[in-house]
């Protein structure tokens, strides 16, 4: 693996995304709380650009008419069909409630690195 440079950290602003090419795959890097995540721009679902769909939130409901917003900003909506991933570990959200035939669904994440204030991807 190399580390490969994407830009100095002022130019990620928080929600994101900025979408880069490396290695000829396309990445989306979100800074959430201060933080960088990366994640690749593919839905596993039908091949959207992942990246390309709103960051939302997760939302419960503990009770009718109640409604608790969790993982605010954190969660990338794929654009075709909606599929919903945690931006922070490329999981696929789901509500644990509702059971159906499960099948594991992760989109792809990369460590990043910062050095003086200049932002790596290792790949």
Known sequence: MALHYLGTVDEFTEGGPKIVDVKGRSIGIYQLSGKLHAILNYCPHQ?????????????????????????????????????????????????HKVRTKTYEVVVETFDLSVEQGKVYIEM
């Open 47 to 95: 091949g959207a650009s992942l990246c390309e769909g709103p960051v939302a939130s997760w939302v419960t409901s503990p009770l009718p008419g109640q409604f608790v917003y969790e993982q605010e900003g954190e969660i990338v909506r794929c654009p075709w069909h909606h599929w919903e991933f945690d931006i922070k570990t490329g999981n696929l959200v789901v509500d």
